[in-house]
């Protein structure tokens, strides 16, 4: 009997200490000791005079995670760089200047509802449909580059619309790096010159154009490293200009330029296109414009095979001037190859 009772009375333990623990809800926390500076668990800080705040009711919940809005795409304040989500519709290209779907702009094409789209133009070689360029009636009787229009105002507009129209089907891949050189060996031009403007006009691009002005002097290893397509020297009236009627001068000064120690190498000594330009073509804005046309035959004769710079300088110069200049005022290198 004691046995029974004393049973009873350990099971009743158990369950009386069970239901405290029911009660109290197990909520028992594990912290280390709390450094003798701070107050007492219920008491409010010495000297403080404020009653103690009730307890946060938050304080033990995690914080809501930044997926939860739905915003994937978000910035990180503490973060060194912007971070994207990789499921974006959107993507930021490093480098690019423009949208090209921005309404109103240059070459940009507008939304039909007037609104851009959310992603850029793309060119594909296996298109079944080809985009035309439509342009107005009162635009398209002055460009005279369709046999139904009608001639050009000037012929400073034609040719300027030519050279526009040409090198602006060009694929990016097949434009020719330039080589400007001035009148003084191994001197290039910067990229806030008139020259480096002839320069794109003509569709190329200008190798220097990264260059400061004050390291404008380079030399035979660093034309060599750029490989340029087409070279451009610049040279003085006694060789190509007025009242010059003979070639023979430019040709030496031409064969002298592609000589320079290791040259042979450089694309546009051995596929032939080097030219040489009179310091008079930059007299006058319609001579520029004759001088880029000069550059754009040599960097793409088949593309300007119709033109003849001669005849595109006689035309500007007579209306511009009223008269043809007598002379010769650029040499291009034999077709056929050093």
Known sequence: MVMNQMRKRVLLCLLALGLLCLLAGCRMRVTGSAPSSLPA??????????????????????????????????????????????????????????????????????????????????????????????????????????????????AMTYFTVLLEDRTGSLFECKRLNAYWETEEDYWTIHK???????????????????????????????????????????????????????????????????????WNAVEAVREGRVLLLSRELFDAPYLQTAAAMALAKAAYPSLFADVQPEEALRMLSEEAAGTAPAGIFCYLYPEDGP
């Open 192 to 262: 806030s010159s008139s020259a480096h403007a002839l320069v794109l006009q003509a569709g190329c691009y200008d190798v220097s154009s990264r260059l400061l002005p004050e390291n404008l002097a380079v030399d035979d290893g660093w034309v060599i490293r750029k490989n340029p397509g087409v070279i451009v020297k610049v040279v003085e009236s006694d060789i190509l200009g007025r009242n010059v009627t003979s070639a023979s001068a430019a040709a030496e000064a031409c064969r002298r330029l592609m000589a320079r120690d290791g």
């Open 41 to 154: 668990a219920g008491e409010a800080p010495a000297g403080s005079g404020q009653p103690e705040e009730a307890p946060n009711a938050d304080a033990g919940k995690e914080e809501e995670s930044p997926e939860a809005d739905g915003n994937r795409t978000r910035e990180n304040p503490q973060s060194d760089r912007r971070e994207y989500d990789e499921n974006a519709e959107a993507e930021i290209v490093p480098g690019t200047d423009r949208v090209l779907a921005a309404p109103g702009e240059d070459a940009g094409a507008p939304h039909p509802d007037g609104e851009p789209d959310g992603s850029g133009n793309r060119l594909d070689d296996a298109a079944e449909h080809t985009a035309l360029l439509t342009v107005a009636s009162e635009a398209s009787e002055k460009l005279g580059v369709s046999e139904q229009a009608g001639e050009a105002e000037s």
